[in-house]
């Protein structure tokens, strides 16, 4: 079966440290990859997101890192402020399954004041 | 432009009956899939439906079915339910302008069978 494996589980940072999350996959159709921030009693939010030909990509104090040989991509929250406080999850689809996201077991990520 | 709506937010059921949940999907977006999220679990695929055909199936029983309207809103049905469907049901739509997996979520009918 198509998985995506997430770590941590869960992990406290203090505000303005880096929450590093990591997330591993098997299928090498797979062509994008988001994150995907939700708090409690929300859907799931897109965050960012990385095609497989560029290994970095950032948009504020968000960053992704993708190693296309290892099939690992990473999220890097820089400055983590306490509204920053969710569960993030990783995913992955393929255009040639129609788009249909695998998503990670999601990291709770509590950033303490 | 509205976002992706759901309802009921919440419901409880009975083991063995049977429940209906709706989605509307953004404006413009003509693809709707559904998702189960089981508690403190990443959400898992459903079906999808486009154009009001399924376009995709994962790994649910037959009792999990489903539909799509002509304004692409979307029913979720669920048959002779057990205790293991209590979950989160997320709908999410998408439109063929959509870069990949970007699905754009409701906030979810949450579903706890007795």
Redesign the interface.
């Known amino acids: ?1 198509q998985q995506v494996k ?1 770590s941590p589980q869960s992990l406290i940072v203090q505000k303005g440290g880096i929450s590093i999350i990591n997330c591993a996959y098997e299928n090498t159709a797979f ?2 990859f ?1 994150w ?1 921030q939700q708090f409690p ?6 965050l960012i ?1 990385i ?1 497989p030909d560029v290994s970095e990509k950032k948009e504020g104090r968000f960053t992704i890192s993708f190693n296309k040989s290892a099939k690992q991509f990473s999220l890097h929250i820089m400055d983590s402020q306490p509204g920053d406080s969710a569960t993030y ?1 990783c ?3 393929s ?1 040639a ?10 990291t709770r990520v509590l950033v303490k004041p | 432009e509205t976002g992706v709506t759901q309802s009921p937010t919440h419901l409880i059921k009975t083991r063995g009956q049977q429940v209906t949940l709706r989605c509307s999907s953004q404006s413009g977006h003509n693809t709707v899939s559904w998702y189960q999220q089981a508690l403190g679990q990443g959400p898992q695929f459903i079906f999808q439906y486009y154009r009001e055909e399924e376009n995709g199936r994962g790994n649910f029983p037959p009792r999990f079915s489903g539909l799509q309207f002509p304004n692409y809103s979307s029913e979720l049905n669920v048959n002779a339910l057990e205790l293991d469907d209590s979950a989160l049901y997320l709908c999410a739509s998408s439109s063929p302008r959509s870069k990949g997996g970007e699905l754009f979520f409701g906030e979810g009918s949450r579903l706890t069978v007795l």
Do not use: I
């Not at chain 1, 009693?41 to 897109?46: C, D, M, Q």
């Not at chain 1, 399954?97 to 999601?106: Q, R």
């Open positions: 079966q997430q062509d994008y988001p995907y009693g929300k859907g799931p939010a897109l997101a095609r999850f995913a992955a689809s255009r399954a129609g788009n249909k996201l695998t998503f990670g077991g999601g």
